[in-house]
């Protein structure tokens, strides 16, 4: 069958006649009859052809095929022992399955799997395995649907199975279904019920969203329960136990409430915790929530140096600032805990001692939500702490790039990576191979085009995966570490000792060499080699990890080789850590002469301070101020001492030099620290502020629900206001929300809710400034807590959603997932485009068409040619031109090993070819008279007044056969006066007028092919 997709391009099929009758006028005016019947089919054809191309020619088919895809809902809620027993009839339904049949399955929960595509050969071992596990608290029934109809194939009846309870609780099922039926699926339902028990449920925590420092807040919360049971609450703030209490717990819905004090500015976060007597489900038992607190700043200081204490922190606290002194590791590890400071100070901080997670956090604190940042020098501190390249520079004003600088020296780095066969283990998902090339990575990043970086794998032997050069292609030796793999022992001395005699045949003013391993090395003479390299002005470092490694080994390696050693506690630390060591290596990082600061500006944390009186700094950390930053102050060398910048809606600056009695020995009696210190620490603090505006959040199903109402002092509605709100989720994903006006002075907005945790809102207000340029001008923090996902809480099968599901689907009649493959089964079309081969077709016909009309053939010459098609150069054709010319010709060619065919002539070629006929026919005349006159000697020369073409033609003819040459001689030896040719007696010869008069008139030769007969017979009569 025959379809079109753009019939109406048929309608040009209606100039056929006009065409037909225009080619028999005037386009076929000089062919034969034939010829003109046959090209005008051939044109008809062709214009056939080429309107079905342009009209879209399709092949349809008709295919007995269904393809069923069952979209499997694997969340929490479902009851798990009746969704087991619809494992019988899922296996039934597969039996049912005819030969072109495909059965593919989908796996839902939070997120949607694709199991296995529609397959033909499915069978019951696999149907009844589900390989996939997505996460069960949440069920997104429309992720389900989408990828289900996205996977189907064409050509097939669809129908799709969704086994479900129906809490949905992500997405909208509803609308994607109609999607689903616009593709041409049938949506069939087999419900299963939720889980069932004895269930106490946890809901509704409310605190209020902004307190005061000392104020007594109220917390109110919903007891939703099956069962009458007894049940212990309770409460933590921030993390640390407040007040427990037992209650009896009656069926159905009751509100409680506790009455707690803030006892501390910031963020205050509340978790509640209930412990039933008799209770099913554990998840539902806790309920969180957070008040923001106004009242004294307050600050968060990680430092490295536990004697730091008494500097810096003393001094800010002394001016009413809150200051809590941490070690690395007492840096917070959750986005609540940072909440409750106003800015962070990172003092001689490590980078690989926080995690990566941690500066994110930072930057999104400083970022999204105002707060402020400062980091203060010293050796774990910038380049030489490994923050390179990471977050937290991306917060501060200056980089750490010391390529920047002018001088520096030029430096060999190599190092050596243990890659043996406990290497490519996985430490959380990652294995340590992979993130030993990650490390590599960054040192190679790091090197500029005069240093040499070398990189070498070491197992049972070491071997070079980068060989050191300088000058290096960063593209391709990236490329190269990527190759690394793991597999092998553990010998480092050969490695080391290679590694040595390498880096012994390199000028370079600076050698190091970095040893990572994660297990004990062989024995080897270390000490007497990594002596001698010292000696050599090499150093060396070790990097360790994981419990196998021999740490004292690395310690003592690393101390006589003047390095440092270092313990990776996560393979994330180790780009960090190699980084660090870049750094290190690069003496140009770290500057210990003595300098006084210099002001460079006008900036309120240097005014009012007397610095031709400050006394010597002894050291700072070589950095380069980004662009847009200020530097208030500088070094000797011009390098920023102290940067600043606004960072999103926060600040961060940057003091390269340290506030402890190292290099800042002399500023601790000097009466500029205290102002200097507390001004900074102050500067840090967001000045942002929105107190006329309330911000409230709810959850309402998956959605986030903001409402903010603004006021001005005296109450009354503030309209028109641009207000925009930051929500960052306990991944730190962040979702950018604009509030639109929905009352007087009342803003709304929703935001997706994706996991439980607390989703921080941060609320922007922003004002026009003279230019018309919109700039903050207040900030509101607030948030969300998402104690548990509903998936927890409603636990009754939603019947009303799958009967809609079920209702609005394409499907006629209600069908049991047995008869899926049996019933109501109709035929599909499968169409195919055809009009790429109707064109192809067309082009073809259309070359034939113009070799008919080229070729003018008369009806013998067609039968010949037909023949000779037939025959393919057989015997016939050869019988029937043997007595022509071009016979001849072939019998001459054969003497040569050659044949040539005769092609076909047109009328023009024809009278062509007898005009050449008789100008060789003269030529032939005046060569017999000129035999006859020189004594019957035959002259091979050419005639001089003979065309150019008849002479090459003539000599081409000599060339390839010497038959004829040869008839001319005995011609020429039999004529009169010595035996050569008479040409008297030729026709048309040199004799007398009276003798040519006397002989009768005979017909001239009017081809080449009569003068060659004509010759012949002459021949045979004189024989």
Same mark, same amino acid.
């Not at 798990?80 to 005819?98: H, K, N, P, Y």
């Not at 607390?758 to 900030?779: F, H, L, M, P, S």
């Given at each position: ?32 009859? $034939? ?14 052809? *080429? ?12 295919? %007995? ?44 929960? =939070? ?11 499915? %069978? ?98 919903? $007891? ?172 501060? !004003?200056?980089?750490? %790039? ?11 780095? #190599? ?20 993130? &030993? ?51 092998? /022992?553990?010998?480092?001395?050969? &490695? ?12 370079? @003013? ?74 290190? =290596? ?18 309120? *944390? ?18 380069? &101020? ?57 500067? #840090? ?24 109402? =603004? ?18 989720? !306990? ?11 929905? /009352?007087? /002075? ?16 941060? #609320? ?76 192809? #077709? ?45 016979? *001849? ?25 007898? &005009? ?42 000599? @060339? ?21 040719? %008479?040409?008297?007696?030729?026709? /048309? ?35």
């Amino acid at each position: 069958m025959i379809d079109f997709t753009r019939p109406e391009w048929l309608l040009l099929l209606l100039v056929l006649p006009g065409i037909a009758w225009v080619a028999m006028r005037m386009s076929f005016a000089s062919l034969g009859p $034939v010829q003109k019947w046959v090209s005008l089919g051939l044109r008809i054809v062709i214009w056939f052809l *080429l309107v079905s191309a342009l009209a879209g020619v399709q092949l349809v088919h008709r295919l %007995d095929r269904v393809s069923v895809v069952v979209v499997r809902d694997s969340s929490d809620s479902v009851n798990g022992e009746e969704m087991s027993a619809l494992d019988g009839s899922l296996e039934l339904m597969r039996q049912g399955m005819q030969k072109d049949d495909t059965l593919g399955r989908v796996n839902t929960g =939070a997120l949607a799997y694709v199991e296995n595509l529609p397959l033909n050969g499915v %069978d019951e071992d696999t149907l009844a395995q589900w390989q996939s596990t997505p996460r069960g608290n949440f069920t997104n029934l429309a992720e389900g649907i989408q990828l289900a109809t996205a996977i189907f194939p064409d050509n097939a009846q669809k129908r799709l199975l969704l086994i479900s309870d129906g809490n949905e609780n992500i997405g909208n099922a509803l609308a994607e279904s109609r999607v689903a039926r616009d593709n041409d699926v049938e949506i069939y339902v087999a419900e299963v019920g939720s889980r069932r028990g004895e269930e106490v449920v946890l809901s509704d925590l409310k605190a209020p969203s902004r307190a005061a420092l000392g104020e007594s807040v109220r917390l109110r919360f919903v $007891v939703d329960s099956s069962v009458a049971t007894g049940a212990d609450i309770t409460l933590r703030k921030n993390g640390q136990f407040a007040q427990k209490e037992r209650i009896n717990i009656k069926p159905g819905k009751e509100l409680y409430e506790f009455i707690t004090d803030v006892e501390q500015s910031g963020v205050t976060t509340y978790e509640l915790q209930i412990e039933p007597d008799s209770d099913t489900i554990a998840e539902n038992n806790n309920a969180y929530a957070f008040s923001v607190v106004s009242g004294q700043p307050r600050l968060l200081y990680a430092t490295g140096d536990p004697g730091e204490l008494e500097y810096l922190p003393r001094t800010v606290r002394t001016n009413n600032i809150e200051v809590d002194v941490v070690p690395p590791g007492g840096i917070p590890y959750a986005m609540e805990d940072f909440q409750i400071y106003d800015g962070i100070i990172f003092s001689d901080v490590a980078a690989y001692d926080i995690t990566p997670d941690q500066m994110e956090m930072i930057k999104i604190l400083v970022h999204e939500f105002g707060k402020g940042f400062l980091m203060i020098g010293g050796e774990k501190s910038y380049g030489p702490g490994g923050y390179f390249n990471t977050p937290i520079e991306e917060v501060l !004003p200056v980089d750490m %790039d010391f390529r920047r600088k002018k001088i520096t020296p030029s430096s060999l780095v #190599i190092a050596l990576v243990d890659k043996s066969g406990s290497m490519s283990m996985t430490v959380n998902g990652v294995s340590k191979i992979e993130m &030993a090339r990650e490390a590599c990575k960054e040192l190679v990043r790091l090197q500029r085009d005069e240093d040499y970086v070398g990189v070498m794998g070491f197992d049972s032997v070491g071997q070079w995966v980068v060989e050191p050069q300088a000058g290096i292609n960063k593209q391709e030796v990236l490329e190269v570490l990527g190759s690394m793999q793991a597999g092998g /022992g553990t010998d480092l001395y050969p &490695a080391l000792k290679n590694a040595y005699d390498a880096g012994m045949q390199i000028n370079a @003013q600076i050698k190091h060499i970095i040893v990572f391993t994660d297990g004990v090395v062989a024995p080897g003479p270390f000490e007497e080699l990594v002596s001698s390299m010292v000696d050599d002005k090499f150093t060396v470092s070790t990097v360790a990890f994981g419990a196998d490694a021999d740490i004292p080994f690395m310690e003592a390696l690393a101390e006589v080789g003047e390095g440092r050693m270092y313990e990776a506690n996560d393979l994330s630390d180790l780009p960090r850590i190699f980084t660090r060591e870049v750094f290190m =290596a690069n003496k140009a990082t770290i500057n210990e002469d003595p300098f006084s600061a210099i002001p460079t500006m006008d900036h309120p *944390l240097i005014n009012a301070i007397g610095w031709g009186s400050a006394p010597y700094l002894y050291g700072y950390v070589a950095t380069s &101020a980004k662009d847009t930053a200020e530097v208030p102050l500088v070094t000797h060398k011009e390098d920023p001492l102290l940067a600043t910048w606004h960072y999103g809606l926060g600040k961060s600056a940057a003091f390269t030099s340290d506030a402890k009695n190292r290099w800042a020995r002399d500023w601790l009696r000097w009466g500029g620290y205290e102002r200097f210190w507390t001004g900074v620490a102050r500067w #840090i603090r967001s000045d942002l502020d929105d107190s006329g505006v309330d911000v409230v959040t709810e959850m309402n199903g998956n959605q986030g629900h903001i409402v903010v109402t =603004a006021t001005d002092d005296d109450g009354t509605s503030v309209n028109y206001q641009s207000f925009s709100a930051t929500v960052v989720d !306990p991944e730190l994903g962040t979702q950018e929300v604009r509030l639109t006006q929905t /009352g007087p /002075g009342t803003y709304e907005s929703e935001f997706d809710i994706t996991d439980n945790g607390n989703y921080y809102v941060n #609320i922007t207000r922003k004002e026009a400034d003279e230019e018309g340029n919109e700039e903050v001008a207040g900030v509101q923090l607030s948030g969300l807590s998402v104690s548990y996902s509903p998936e927890y809480r409603d636990l009754q099968t939603n019947t009303f959603l799958l009967s809609q599901l079920r209702d609005g689907s394409l499907a006629p009649t209600a069908l049991s997932p047995e008869q899926l493959f049996t019933e109501n089964r109709v035929r599909q079309r499968k169409t195919e485009d055809f009009w790429e081969q109707f064109a192809l #077709i067309a082009l073809l016909l259309w070359l034939i068409d113009v070799a008919v009309r080229r070729l003018v053939l008369d009806s013998r010459e067609w039968r010949e040619a037909f023949a000779g098609l037939l025959t393919a150069g057989g015997s016939t054709r050869a019988a029937q031109t043997s007595e022509s010319l071009a016979g *001849l010709l072939n019998v001459k060619e054969g003497l040569a090993g050659q044949r040539t065919r005769r092609e076909p002539q047109s009328r023009e070629s024809a009278a062509r070819s007898r &005009a050449q006929a008789a100008n060789r026919r003269e030529q032939l005349d005046r060569s017999a008279s000129d035999i006859q006159q020189a004594g019957g000697k035959v002259s091979h020369e050419a005639p001089q007044n003979v065309p150019q073409g008849n002479i090459s033609q003539k000599q081409s003819t000599q @060339q390839d056969t010497s038959g004829l040459a040869d008839l001319r001689r005995k011609l020429a030896d039999k004529g009169p006066g010595g035996g050569g040719f %008479d040409a008297s007696k030729l026709p /048309g010869g040199s004799g007398s007028a009276s003798s040519r008069k006397s002989e009768p008139e005979v017909k001239r030769p009017e081809t080449e092919r009569e003068l060659t007969s004509s010759l012949l017979d002459r021949i045979k009569k004189k024989k």
